[in-house]
């Protein structure tokens, strides 16, 4: 197997399973509110005045966040050009939803190193494949 080969067979053995969708699934029982989003590509703005700005990739502000666990809340539930996504009303679900989905990408990532390394052990291209 070639390592072009070892990221297709990753790639299709992950679609395969039940892959988790933030945020709906990482919120479990807690108040939300819904917010419009532009259907746009977002990235982290500067922080100003303790609020984080969120932009589009065209510079365009979209929305403010009130802290960075809600700024990257915000990333994640539109990473897929989504035009409304609900955010917890309290602080402590919105850092539980943004953990638990942290910690479900990085057992992703650490599954993903574990079979690279185990199949390609010289190989300096882990990054790149987990990529």
């Keep these: 197997m070639t390592e072009k080969e070892f990221t297709a067979w990753i790639t299709a053995s992950l679609l395969s399973e039940d892959i988790k969708q933030f945020p709906g699934e990482f919120l479990q029982q807690i108040e939300t ?3 419009i989003l532009p259907g746009k590509t977002l990235v982290m ?3 100003f005045f303790g609020k984080f700005e969120i932009i589009a990739v065209d510079g365009t502000p ?8 809600e700024a990257k809340y915000i ?3 539109g990473k897929n050009k989504a ?5 917890p009303i309290s602080k402590t679900g919105l850092r ?11 057992s992703i990532v650490k599954r993903i190193e574990r079979d690279f390394k185990k199949t390609f052990p010289e ?5 790149s494949t987990i990529n």
């Design 33 to 35: 509110i819904e917010v």
């Design 96 to 106: 539980a939803a943004v953990s638990g989905y942290e910690k479900y990408l990085d």
């Design 62 to 69: 979209v929305i403010q966040a009130d802290s960075h666990v």
């Design 83 to 87: 035009v409304s996504i609900i955010i």
């Design 123 to 127: 190989s300096k291209n882990l990054n």
């Design 75 to 77: 990333l994640y539930a």
């Design 45 to 47: 703005g500067e922080e």
